[in-house]
């Protein structure tokens, strides 16, 4: 019925985002939060956080903030992230297509992953970590992602990292492990 109503070619309201149909919502709206996510990310900020409750719009924002990235900026997007410390230093090196395997030890994976970032630092590209359902993450891998944002040159954060989550994010951020 509001297809044919509001002139549209296919329905507007369905479980997964599309892009096309992005919706800004005015002066208070997801536009002006992708605005300043972008511009976040191009300023070099390091670690970025979107909140809201189911169905307010987190995977659309994620979707159009991909596509408005210009293309100097690497994504690594992280679906699920219920994840070991290890296993998402192992995951981020994998989607970088870093010559790593599941059984790198650690502080290996950190070096490749910094070197990795040096790299595309003296390249003018940046790598940017986009995790979605951040919530759902143990607070000991939350901690590891904490110390992603330690890597950095004496001015420029080496990596920026989006958590995209729903209200029990913010919980999980103030436990005492977080908290200076």
């Not at 892009?19 to 390091?46: D, H, K």
């Not at 981020?92 to 030890?105: G, N, R, S």
């Not at 890597?151 to 958590?163: A, D, S």
Request: hydrophobic share 40%.
């Amino acid at each position: 019925m509001y297809l044919e109503y509001y002139s549209l070619e296919r329905p507007p309201f369905r479980i997964t985002p599309d892009p096309s149909l992005f919706f800004t919502g005015g002066a208070n709206g997801r536009g002006v939060v992708l605005e300043a996510l972008l511009y976040a990310i191009q300023t070099g900020e390091g670690i970025l956080k979107v909140v809201g409750e189911v169905g307010s719009g987190k995977t659309m924002l994620c979707r159009m903030l991909e596509q408005r990235l210009p293309d100097s900026v690497e994504v690594v997007y992280l679906a699920n992230p219920k994840l070991t410390p290890h296993d998402i230093l192992y995951a981020v090196a994998f989607e970088l297509k870093i010559d790593v395997t599941q059984d790198t030890p650690r502080l290996v994976l950190m070096q490749k992953l910094q070197s990795h970032l040096l790299e595309q630092h003296a390249a003018n590209r940046s790598v940017l970590v986009i995790i979605e359902e951040a919530q759902s993450m143990p607070l000991e891998t939350l901690e590891e992602i904490r110390l992603f944002s330690n890597l950095e040159t004496h001015q420029h954060k080496l990596m920026q990292i989006v958590l995209f989550g729903q209200p029990e994010l913010d919980k999980n951020l103030q436990e005492k492990t977080f908290v200076s």
